[in-house]
């Protein structure tokens, strides 16, 4: 079974641009959920979505905001880039249900000069 | 919300030595998980333990719900074992992770 995708790999973009990332889950998995990874914040969950609905979301502006497709795929974007953003951005997938084991994707590494 | 911590945030240790990872947490939690961050930045799974103890090759984790508390034991280290461990935890409702800060793990030759 593949695992998780994530595309692209490695981005890089300037102050003010938006991005748009893309994960792909396992197959059968309904539940996708985005974080972000940086050395000062460590990692942290942005949202959840299941069934193309935000299920949980963490404590991010309203600059990053997510969705989800009727088979499962989401993408994240982030608007008005700011350096702050520099991260690596991780998707996780899971079955769906409360406290089902989740499987992480490879990555994408922003870089927002 | 809720708090993990682990410790050591550190550990070198020469191959061949056994080591334990500690992962503390500040509530009740529905699931724990265990993952290896490799150098490429992916986040390995280790080990999905709510409670119990489990065991993969050199690999074993326990975790107490009831003492907020797991380990992760990792025996006849390899230089291949280097980077960093995470704990992660589920809270009771939903399936949003809560991660401590990582133990970062050098295996010397």
């Known amino acids: 079974k593949a695992g998780v995708t994530q595309t692209p790999r490695y981005l890089i973009k300037t102050r003010g641009q938006q991005v748009t990332l893309s994960c792909s889950p396992i197959s059968g998995h309904r539940s996708v959920s985005w974080y972000q990874q940086t050395p000062g914040q460590g990692l942290q969950f942005l949202f959840e979505y299941f069934s193309e609905t935000q299920r949980n979301k963490g404590n991010f502006p309203g600059r990053f905001s997510g969705r989800q497709f009727s088979n499962s795929r989401s993408e994240m974007n982030v608007s008005t880039l700011e350096l702050g953003d520099s991260a690596l951005y991780l998707c996780?997938?899971?079955?769906?249900?409360?406290?089902?084991?989740?499987?992480f994707g490879p990555g994408t590494r922003l870089t927002v000069l | 919300g809720i708090q993990v911590e682990q410790s050591p945030p550190d550990l070198i240790l020469q191959e061949g030595a056994n080591s334990t990872l500690r992962c503390n947490f500040s509530?009740?939690?529905?699931?724990l998980q265990w993952f290896h961050q490799n150098p490429w930045g992916q986040l390995i799974n280790l080990f999905y333990i709510p409670s119990g103890t489990k065991q993969n090759g050199r690999l074993s984790a326990t975790t107490v719900a009831t003492e907020r508390y797991s380990l992760l034991y990792i025996s006849s280290s390899q230089t291949t074992d280097s980077g960093v461990y995470f704990c992660?935890?589920?809270?009771?409702?939903?399936?949003?992770?809560?991660f401590g800060g990582g133990t970062r793990l050098m295996v010397k030759p």
């Open positions: 992660a935890v589920l809270l009771n409702a939903g399936n949003m992770l809560t």
């Open positions: 996780a997938s899971s079955l769906g249900g409360a406290g089902n084991e989740q499987f």
């Open positions: 509530d009740s939690v529905n699931n």
